[in-house]
């Protein structure tokens, strides 16, 4: 973190000596003091505008679009214990209202109930900030410097008194209000913040410790040495350290082979689903009884059917189906290339080709499985007791560096197989490579929001295009819409972009589970919106030249004692810039994620484009939700509002973080319990992580603090508040080092040995395939090349080597030509078993 601040610093003072160059050309004709308010007013106008356009377009969808809005709860029995949504306008609001913590830990895991309670917490700080700051802060500001912390051209109302021309001539009594308030938000978001992950850490314990999952009693082993490559020498090793017994191992091999032979078939198998349709055609039947399709999948059977009428109208007609039918239409052909450099081609039969090449394929893979591949320094080792495992975690086994290293396992569904093949070079090699590319992605991205900074400033258009500036000076509507709703819409824009490029480069690091993918990804996205959203804009959102605050350069590295002094000047010019971005984000653009506006405007496209009876059921997929999208702009949006919390604007951007957070936590919550499809990946791991970036904008509202009261040369006062900063960085070690492992691992204290595989009492043997009961992280869907088959693996074993090679969804038959196995259904509440 030091290093990270030293360079905060450096950029930081970079814009302090630029500010003395700000209007050095007199360009005052642009000042006007009423352009903030016009601004705010401007931002809220527009954001009411779309955001209860999209809010009134979901009440009127939601009731009649059910397998978008209500996806989750119709296709996961976890979601079936929610109560049902009233199909009225407003009248799903007070019972989605009333679900209680329990019934969300119950029905959507801990992620999502470690996530909501974030945005409690964030709501209760809020609360008491804005209290305290409507009825202390504001009116002792506006007695002594005349500011009412609506936005003006200055950065903050005032009453035009000349006490900010000179700060020696004010009464500096009202300072000791900075000092008295910053320990009491500090202290007041410590003892929340410890409170909250209290809470979290009991609940946590109480509701691994009570699960005899396999997830829960196996552990990820590592540096394996090369002597030591076969199950057999692996659980002899194991043990042989009189922890507990060994269920089983699975020493990953590298099945790279297999797994493109499998990836290969799926896409064979698409194509030929097409060449049947395009062959017999296909017309997607309507739902009955609003359900959703079931899945079958049998060994040598069609994989599953559509919606229910369809399959039982394609079983009933596979029977008495005859190809004297078929061969009334034009079969479909395949352009096949062939001879020198393949620049001849010749039309041959889709159907018959795909069938051949499915068959051949389906040989080529039981022939790879049958052979022996070779074995990788990566294990999965599965204990007979949760309390063993633990142990073994937690614990250091080998006396050698980097070899035989212990660590928590993912679910067996949640494994990225591709990823065990590496070898630990590799993965070193790709995660750095990634960081660089993570680093100067957020130096480019900084140089592209250059020019949406200078929007800010008039006079910085004016240097530029003059005609525009004058022109903009003459339109008030139009200038505040430039300045006002340009930037904010264009950072809003990219805030949701760009975590879609960061997700796919966390995606090409090399990790063995989705769950730390999803861990980096939240890292990453918060890299960029802290830096880019905050503390670039702090630095260059209010520059007139920034050429010439780069030229400053030089000196700002010699002298860094102006850090708190420029951080505070900067965040009281850009306090109009922040209230609209938070009334933008919270108010115009938080109800298009409960509208599902991606999925809305891609929903048309993927319907014109479906052809299949495969591609149609796909449509009902729940779109899925990442908490590396939600997460970091949530706590830099807390980090703006904890950073103003004294400023004289602190009233009124806490009342807009707190409509934020308000809306944020219903609209979650409507996504993660009824809509949207999430896996448990983390078991709520990602709460550490908000607690230090939450102290981290601590950390940053005590250096303003310092800052304004070094400003205004009340350097005993800013003296008094150097212990609460050190203070506040003791806390965050503190809890890294004592509430940190309790958020990772399962206490021994808290497994509950009367259950089978909590203590020396061996669970009873488990299919590899299940269906889940709850939120049964053993039991989550396979996905294959970006495939959700359905199927839901327990152990762990590669899904290439016990895929069933089944056939292909047809229309109008329910086996396929090349199978010689009659189709046998069962039904179960959600995926079949195996």
């Known amino acids: ?110 992620d999502a109930y470690v996530f909501l309670s974030f945005f409690k917490f964030a709501v209760r700080f809020l609360l008491a900030v804005f209290l305290m700051a409507s009825f202390i802060i504001l009116p002792i500001h506006y007695t002594y410097t005349g500011k009412n ?28 209000m900075y000092v008295i308030f910053a320990y009491i938000f500090s202290g007041l978001g410590i003892y929340w913040l410890q409170q909250a992950t209290d809470k979290i850490i009991r609940v946590r314990q109480k509701y691994l410790g009570s699960q005899t999952s396999t997830t829960d009693r196996t552990i990820r082993l590592s540096g394996i040495p090369q002597d030591m490559g076969s199950e057999e020498k692996i659980k ?41 349709t395009n062959f017999v055609g296909y017309k997607r039947l309507k739902p009955r009884n609003d359900r959703l399709p079931q899945r079958s999948h049998r060994r040598g059977a069609s994989l599953a059917s559509e919606e229910d009428s369809e399959r039982i109208q394609l079983l009933s007609e596979s029977g008495r189906e005859d190809d004297a039918v078929y061969d009334q239409h034009k079969r479909p052909t395949v352009r096949l290339w062939y001879g020198p450099l393949k620049l001849r081609y010749r039309h041959i039969d889709a159907i018959d080709y795909y069938e051949e090449k499915l068959r051949r394929i389906d040989e080529d893979i039981l022939a790879a499985r049958s052979k022996e591949f070779r074995p990788t320094e990566l294990a999965f080792v599965t204990m007979e007791s949760i309390a063993a495992s633990q142990m073994v975690v937690q614990a250091i086994l080998d006396p050698h560096p980097m070899q035989l290293l212990a660590r928590l396992a993912p679910a067996p569904a949640d494994v990225v197989w591709k990823n065990t ?26 140089f592209l929001l250059i020019p949406v900074a200078s929007l800010v400033e008039l006079e910085t258009i004016n240097k530029v295009f003059p005609q525009l500036a004058e022109m903009l000076a003459r339109h008030p509507l139009a200038k505040s819409l430039i300045q006002t709703g340009l930037p904010t819409l264009t950072l809003s824009l990219l805030t949701v972009a760009v975590p879609y490029l960061y997700s796919w480069l966390s995606s090409l690091q090399g990790m063995t589970s989705r769950g730390d993918i999803e861990l980096s990804v939240i890292s990453k996205n918060f890299f960029f919106s802290f830096f880019n959203l905050f503390l670039f804009f702090t630095v260059f959102g209010t520059a007139s030249n920034f050429y010439g605050r780069w030229e400053h350069l030089r000196d700002t590295f010699r002298d860094a004692t102006t850090v708190t002094s420029t951080l505070a000047q900067s965040l009281e010019k850009l306090t109009p810039f922040y209230v609209n971005l938070i009334i933008l984000q919270g108010i115009g653009m938080f109800p298009f994620r409960l509208l599902e506006f991606g999925s809305v405007a ?21 779109p899925t939700f990442s908490y590396g999208f939600s997460i970091p702009q949530t706590v830099v949006i807390l980090n703006i509002c904890l950073v103003y919390s004294v400023f004289p604007s602190s009233w009124l951007i806490c009342l807009f973080g707190l409509v934020f957070f308000v809306i944020g936590q219903f609209i979650y919550k409507y996504q993660l319990l009824y809509a949207m499809d999430h896996q448990q990946h983390s078991t709520g791991r990602a709460w550490p992580m908000i607690c230090n970036w939450v102290l981290l904008g601590m950390i940053l509202f ?34 890294s080092q004592r509430y940190e492992p309790l958020t990772k691992f399962i206490a021994l204290k808290s497994i509950d040995r009367n259950r089978p595989g909590g203590g020396d009492i061996s669970p009873s043997p488990s299919s590899t395939f299940s269906s889940p009961s709850g939120l049964d992280r053993d039991a989550f869907p396979i996905r294959i090349g970006g495939q959700d088959l359905g199927l839901r693996l327990k152990k762990y074993v590669n899904p290439s080597l016990i895929l069933p090679l089944d056939g292909a969804w047809l229309p109008g038959r329910g086996i396929n030509q090349a199978s010689s196995v009659a189709l046998q259904v069962e039904q179960t509440p959600n995926d079949t078993n195996v």
Not at 709 to 734: D, H, Q
């Open 1 to 110: 973190m030091s290093s990270t601040l030293s360079a905060a610093a450096a950029i930081l003072t970079v814009a302090a000596a630029g500010d003395d160059n700000d209007n050095p050309d007199g360009h005052r004709g642009y000042q006007d003091p009423t352009r903030g308010q016009r601004d705010l007013y401007t931002q809220l106008v527009i954001s009411l505008a779309l955001g209860l356009s999209a809010f009134f377009s979901f009440c009127i969808l939601r009731p009649k679009w059910t397998e978008l809005y209500a996806a989750r709860r119709r296709q996961r029995c976890a979601a079936s214990h929610l109560p049902e949504l009233p199909d009225s306008f407003f009248g799903w609001i007070p019972v989605l209202y009333r679900i209680t913590e329990e019934e969300v830990l119950h029905s959507a895991g801990l």
């Open 149 to 176: 912390g609506l936005p003006s051209e200055g950065g903050g109302g005032t009453r035009g008194t000349d006490k900010d021309k000179n700060p020696g001539a004010e009464n500096l009594n009202y300072l000791w």
């Open 236 to 276: 002899e090793f194991m043990e042989g350290l009189q922890v507990g017994k060994v269920e089983s191992v699975t020493l990953c091999r590298d099945w790279s082979e297999l797994d493109r032979l499998v990836d290969e078939r799926l896409q064979i198998l698409r194509n030929l689903e097409r060449a049947w």
């Open 421 to 446: 093949y590496l070898s630990r070079s590799q993965r070193m090699m790709r995660a750095w490579s990634i960081t660089i590319a993570i680093f100067f992605f957020t130096i480019f991205w900084s």
């Open 602 to 622: 891609m929903y048309p496209i993927n319907f014109l484009s479906a052809k299949t009876p495969r591609e149609y059921a796909e449509l009902s997929t729940p």
């Open 702 to 735: 005590q250096l303003a603090i310092i800052g304004v009261l070094a400003l205004r040369k009340a350097i005993t006062m800013s003296l008094l508040l150097v212990p609460l900063l050190f203070g506040t960085f003791w806390f965050n070690y503190f809890f």
